[in-house]
Nanobody, 121 residues
Framework: VQLQASGGGLVQAGGSLRLSCVAS????????MGWYRQAPGKERELVAR???????NYDDSVKGRFTISRDNAKNTVNLQMNSLKPEDTAVYYC????????????????WGQGTQVTVSS
């Protein structure tokens, strides 16, 4: 199983970016998919998460600005980021929570390689 993230880049404050992540390989089910970020000198933190049934949760700092969406059939998750701020600058990581390769196998978490988002003031 691999998670491939894309869509990062450099943008001015107030701009927008869209991150995408696709999980590939042998996949039976994924409980939740999400985006985390890690800024220099800080711990990795949850940005947004979406379950297979579509329930979402967001970090308070991005509510109203970021929107997470998911296509269960394609094992993809997207993060639309609007009204970006310099404090959103970080490496963003895609996560697949409790992914099962087969129904009878134990679930595991998987991470993408990270994509850099830089917001200039």
């Amino acid at each position: 199983v691999q998670l491939q993230a894309s869509g990062g880049g450099l943008v001015q404050a107030g701009g927008s970016l869209r991150l995408s992540c696709v999980a590939s390989g042998r996949i039976f089910s994924i409980n939740a998919m999400g985006w985390y970020r890690q800024a220099p000198g800080k711990e990795r933190e949850l940005v947004a998460r979406i379950t297979s049934s579509g329930d979402t949760n967001y970090d308070d700092s991005v509510k109203g600005r970021f929107t997470i969406s998911r296509d269960n059939a394609k094992n993809t998750v997207n993060l639309q980021m609007n009204s970006l701020k310099p404090e959103d600058t970080a490496v963003y990581y895609c996560n697949a929570d409790s992914l099962r390769e087969r129904w009878y196998l134990s679930p595991h978490d998987y991470w993408g390689q990270g994509t850099q988002v830089t917001v200039s003031s």
